[in-house]
Nanobody, 117 residues
Framework: QVQLVESGGGLVQPGGSLRLSCAAS????????MGWYRQAPGKERELVAD????????NYADSVKGRFTISRDNAKNTVYLQMNSLKPEDTAVYYC??????????WGQGTQVTVSS
């Protein structure tokens, strides 16, 4: 598996912003599509956004389109999720992952995002 460490989560008020980071253990990262996922209490894990290996194409869930931006820095083996205009419905544990890990259902610890007044 490729080890992934998510960071940057926290408690934020509605309308606020957070920037999540995901650091990969291997330079193989640079060849792989990356995705951000989230899981809210009592709900299924869902894909939030993904980005191709070179960063040229991105995809977003309808619920976050226009508010979230995924990006990557392959020199740093890191993918980011900039989250703006946060809503309480965005509260979840956020994970990053790549296809090889998904095939084995391997996930990191994630980072908690809580949007609340």
């Amino acid at each position: 598996q490729v080890q992934l460490v998510e960071s940057g989560g926290g408690l934020v008020q509605p309308g606020g912003s957070l920037r999540l980071s995901c650091a990969a253990s291997s330079s193989i990262f640079r060849f792989s599509t990356m995705g951000w996922y989230r899981q809210a209490p009592g709900k299924e894990r869902e894909l939030v956004a993904d980005i191709t290996s070179g960063g040229g194409r991105t995809n977003y869930a309808d619920s976050v389109k226009g508010r979230f931006t995924i990006s990557r820095d392959n020199a740093k083996n890191t993918v980011y999720l900039q989250m703006n205009s946060l809503k309480p419905e965005d509260t979840a544990v956020y994970y990053c992952n790549l296809p090889s890990n998904l095939r084995g259902n391997y996930w990191g610890q994630g980072t908690q995002v809580t949007v609340s007044s």
